[in-house]
């Protein structure tokens, strides 16, 4: 992504925490990937790097190791956030970059005319951005991250303008928040949706977004340095 590209500037050697798969580590950079599960570990490509066992409270580097950290859509899944953070700080010589969303925005997409459980459950998951802001402490950027109209990665927000797409079984699976709600919940919230696509009830209120090239939704990126 190039945003967190930028964020990264001049660094040389990068530390991903709960690096995932890798899908948005930087491939002409020297990263060393830290995720704590197995699974997720297993399902990185040959042209990364592989991944170590470790979770980011208790970061097994030494101090300012790193010219740069990033973490992509994980903190939310830490133990303890205020540790983590205070990790990454430890280990990074330069800018810490920090990919999440805010949970004041979640519930401002169109999805929760049709599946509010789902969007009140995810923004309840995310934690505050001036608790992130605060546990980095020193100087600290917040960007807006803008969705492009074909993003692909899997959360609710990638088809703002793709409603049809959240009918499909694969890509709710995709979004975590919807396995918090129960499959009678589910189903309902499918079904409204299909209803109102079908009855033009969802163009009549949102087909601009189908022409939006990108969607400034809750996507944020925090930056300190």
Same mark, same amino acid.
């Given at each position: 992504?190039?945003?967190?590209?930028?964020?990264?500037?001049?660094?040389?050697?990068?530390?991903?925490?709960?690096?995932?798969?890798?899908?948005?580590? !930087?491939?002409?950079?020297?990263?060393?990937?830290? *995720?704590?599960?197995?699974?997720?570990?297993?399902?990185?490509?040959?042209?990364?790097?592989?991944?170590?066992?470790?979770?980011?409270?208790?970061? /097994?580097?030494?101090?300012?190791?790193?010219?740069?950290?990033?973490?992509?859509?994980?903190?939310?899944?830490?133990?303890?956030? %205020?540790?983590?953070?205070? @990790?990454?700080? +430890?280990?990074?010589?330069?800018?810490?970059?920090?990919?999440?969303?805010? !949970? *004041?925005? $979640? *519930?401002?997409?169109?999805?929760?005319?049709?599946?509010?459980?789902?969007?009140?459950? @995810?923004?309840?998951? #995310?934690?505050?951005?001036?608790?992130?802001?605060?546990?980095?402490?020193?100087?600290?950027? *917040?960007?807006?991250? /803008?969705?492009? =109209?074909?993003?692909?990665?899997? =959360?609710? @927000?990638? #088809?703002?303008? +793709?409603?049809?797409?959240?009918?499909?079984?694969?890509?709710?699976?995709?979004?975590?928040?919807?396995?918090?709600?129960?499959?009678?919940?589910? %189903?309902?919230?499918?079904?409204?949706?299909?209803?109102?696509? @079908?009855?033009?009830?969802?163009?009549?209120? #949102?087909? #601009?977004?189908?022409?939006? /090239?990108?969607?400034?939704?809750?996507?944020?990126?925090? $930056?300190?340095?």
């Amino acid at each position: 992504m190039a945003h967190i590209d930028r964020a990264l500037g001049a660094a040389r050697t990068v530390l991903n925490v709960g690096a995932g798969s890798g899908s948005y580590e !930087p491939i002409d950079r020297d990263v060393t990937a830290v *995720e704590p599960s197995a699974s997720m570990r297993a399902q990185r490509p040959s042209h990364v790097s592989v991944a170590i066992d470790a979770v980011a409270e208790d970061l /097994p580097f030494g101090d300012r190791q790193f010219d740069a950290s990033m973490a992509t859509f994980t903190v939310h899944q830490w133990a303890d956030i %205020e540790r983590g953070l205070a @990790e990454m700080r +430890r280990v990074t010589a330069g800018p810490v970059v920090i990919l999440t969303c805010d !949970p *004041e925005l $979640v *519930e401002r997409f169109w999805l929760n005319d049709y599946a509010p459980h789902v969007l009140a459950t @995810e923004a309840r998951r #995310y934690p505050a951005l001036a608790r992130i802001r605060a546990a980095l402490g020193g100087s600290v950027d *917040e960007l807006g991250v /803008p969705i492009p =109209f074909d993003c692909s990665d899997g =959360f609710n @927000e990638a #088809y703002y303008g +793709r409603p049809e797409l959240l009918l499909d079984d694969g890509a709710r699976l995709a979004c975590s928040a919807w396995s918090f709600v129960t499959g009678e919940t589910r %189903e309902r919230y499918v079904a409204d949706l299909r209803q109102a696509l @079908e009855g033009g009830a969802w163009d009549s209120h #949102y087909a #601009y977004l189908r022409q939006l /090239p990108e969607y400034d939704g809750s996507l944020r990126l925090i $930056v300190a340095d």
